[in-house]
């Protein structure tokens, strides 16, 4: 089968670091790609990650380790505007389609 | 480039009422993906599809089908109504078919079911 996991809710002060876990069993691995969704809005792409290692991006950073089928999303110099949910997704092998993990409800407080 | 659009944004049904939503894809793109998104259950996928062909179907009852148009424009339809349909519906668009590629997601149709 295949399985996503990702904590539920996490909460944050303005300024400080925060990373969000992900752990995914999938039939194959293709990409794992991490979104961005604010309340009442579309998911916005933040990150692919395919090989395993780190990928920056200004204040977001994707770490994979395909070994471990582990991926942490680590946000840097959080802003009130980071407070949303961010959820995980795995593209298998063998399907061809985005599993998503149900999320992860950041609340980043001043 | 104008990103995806979705029609209607909401949408009030009873039981039993069929529905259809629509979505225009980023221009140049040619993979469509629908996904319900519950409160409960997150994001799950329903279907894509790429050049009029469905490519890839979720665990979804058939009461759930879709199409797409040869200019990459998707509907989805949904028979027979139930509470539980009730949800946010979201479609992404992609250039290509199940690859790597970002999909890109609209602002979805939140529909209601009463």
């Known amino acids: 089968g295949q399985n996503i996991d990702q904590p539920t809710e996490m909460t944050a002060t303005e300024g400080a670091i925060v990373q969000i876990n992900c752990t995914y069993q999938t039939s194959g691995f293709n990409g794992l790609f991490w979104y961005q969704q604010h309340a009442g809005e579309a998911p916005t792409f933040l990150s692919y990650n395919v090989l395993d290692g780190l990928e920056e991006k200004g204040r977001f950073s994707s770490f994979l380790s395909r070994s471990k089928g582990y991926s942490y999303l680590l946000l840097k110099e959080l802003q009130m505007k980071d407070s949303a949910s961010y959820l995980c997704a795995v593209m298998g092998r063998n399907t061809d389609k985005l599993i998503f993990g149900t999320g992860t409800r950041l609340q980043v407080f001043p | 480039k104008a990103g995806v659009t979705q029609t209607p944004r909401y949408l009030i049904k009873t039981r039993g009422q069929q529905v259809t939503l629509s979505c225009s894809p980023i221009s140049g793109h040619r993979s469509v993906s629908w996904y319900q998104q519950t409160p409960g259950q997150g994001l799950q996928f329903l279907f894509e599809y790429f050049s009029e062909t469905q490519r890839n179907k979720g665990n979804f009852p058939g009461r759930f089908s879709g199409r797409q148009f040869s200019n990459s424009r998707s509907e989805m339809n949904v028979s027979t109504l139930e509470l539980g349909d009730s949800a946010l519906y979201l479609c992404?668009?992609?250039?290509?078919?199940?690859?790597?590629?970002?999909?890109?997601f609209g602002p979805g149709t939140r529909l209601t079911v009463l």
């Open positions: 992404a668009s992609s250039l290509s078919q199940g690859s790597t590629d970002t999909q890109y």
